[in-house]
């Protein structure tokens, strides 16, 4: 068996036209979305994640304001910065890149953000509003996960999925996702024992750890669908390569679906950015939104 491999970039491709049309449809009624994007420091990762959202924004037809700030900047700075976000009118999302400087909680200045504009989902209202299934921005890489998943299953009724990776940002809000889509949902971690037999019982397997090809091809059920969310810079023949969490080629041969790395879930997460924003924008503006939500 060879696996259906998940193209990203085509999803992304596609998001990103249904947005531009929906941020049209806003711009006509008075109200183009607004982004506001914060980078402190000069980590060279985080400026080009934020220079691509900035460039995608734009390209979407939104607002998009940029601050980008030194290292040395004062939390009480950055907090106040928020504020004022919280407080500007043509501003529907704000995002402050992570990591931060250590000399910043990075929690206090989520939770300074107004929810209703925490265009990542990591906000703890939102993050509460979407374990108990109420309405919530949701954070976008396990939302572009989730699109992903849904482009080649609609119904995910009964599957038995496996997470590895318990974190904040990707497991844990990924598998509220998948309980919602009525899956029985494993969240896998350092500490699990025999960890390819729990992988091996995954209709649909989701690997987010930060280890270069971790996932073994033996270590998945034949026909699963599988998500690789990690992005490691690894070294081959002298080249720098980016590799995922999941053997691809091992996988390949084993898995019903697979996405690659790059191209695969990447792309999703900056489409699923956007898309919050439109989304923040329509509830912020009273306007009804014109994107179906995929997540719900
Ligand atoms: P974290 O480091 O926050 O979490 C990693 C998780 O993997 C932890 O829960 C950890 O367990 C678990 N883990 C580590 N080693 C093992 C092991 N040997 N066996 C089982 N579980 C293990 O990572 P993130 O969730 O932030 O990111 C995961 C990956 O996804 C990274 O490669 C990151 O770059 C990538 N990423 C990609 C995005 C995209 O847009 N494509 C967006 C966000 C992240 P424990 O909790 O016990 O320590």
């Known amino acids: 068996m060879s696996a259906v491999v998940i193209?990203?970039?085509?999803?992304?491709?596609?998001?990103?036209?249904?947005?531009?049309?929906?941020?049209?449809?806003?711009?006509?009624?008075?109200?183009?979305?607004?982004?506001?994007?914060?980078?402190?420091?000069?980590?060279?990762a985080s400026s080009v994640y934020v220079r691509n959202k900035v460039r995608r924004s734009v390209e979407a037809g939104l607002r998009s304001f940029h601050h980008r700030l030194p290292a040395s900047t004062s939390e009480s700075d950055i907090l106040a910065l928020i504020l004022r976000l919280n407080a500007a009118e043509d501003v529907d999302g704000i995002l402050v890149q992570l990591?931060?400087?250590?000399?910043?909680?990075?929690?206090?200045?989520?939770?300074?953000?107004?929810?209703?504009?925490d265009v990542d989902g990591f906000h703890p209202i939102n993050v509460g509003n979407l374990s108990l299934g109420a309405s919530a921005l949701v954070a976008c890489t396990?939302?572009?996960?989730?699109?992903?998943i849904k482009s080649v299953r609609t119904d995910l009724t009964g599957l038995s999925a496996v997470?590895?990776?318990?974190?904040?940002?990707?497991?844990?809000?990924?598998?509220?996702?998948?309980?919602?889509?009525?899956?029985?949902?494993?969240?896998?971690h350092s500490k699990t024992e025999d960890l390819p037999s729990v992988c091996r019982r995954a209709d649909i397997l989701v690997a987010a750890v930060g280890r270069a090809r971790f996932v073994r091809g033996d270590w998945i059920k034949p026909g699963?669908?599988?998500?690789?969310?990690?992005?490691?810079?690894?070294?081959?023949?002298?080249?720098?390569?980016?590799?995922?969490?999941?053997?691809?080629?091992?996988?390949?041969?084993?898995a019903g679906a697979l996405t690659p790395v790059p191209g695969g879930v990447g792309p999703m997460t900056i489409a699923c950015l956007l898309r919050n924003t439109i989304e923040a924008a329509c509830r912020r503006r009273?306007?009804?939104?014109?994107?179906?939500?995929?997540?719900?």
């Open 7 to 44: 193209d990203g970039v085509a999803a992304a491709r596609q998001l990103h036209a249904v947005l531009r049309g929906a941020v049209l449809d806003l711009v006509e009624r008075g109200a183009t979305p607004g982004l506001a994007v914060v980078l402190v420091g000069d980590d060279p």
């Open 99 to 117: 990591p931060l400087p250590s000399h910043i909680d990075a929690q206090k200045v989520t939770a300074a953000i107004d929810p209703a504009k």
């Open 142 to 148: 396990p939302l572009g996960c989730m699109l992903l």
């Open 163 to 188: 997470i590895v990776g318990r974190s904040n940002i990707v497991g844990k809000p990924l598998a509220q996702l998948l309980l919602r889509e009525n899956c029985t949902v494993t969240i896998a």
């Open 224 to 254: 699963a669908i599988v998500i690789d969310v990690g992005i490691n810079r690894i070294e081959r023949d002298g080249n720098q390569q980016l590799v995922g969490d999941v053997d691809f080629e091992g996988a390949h041969t084993v």
């Open 286 to 296: 009273g306007v009804s939104s014109p994107l179906a939500n995929g997540a719900d």
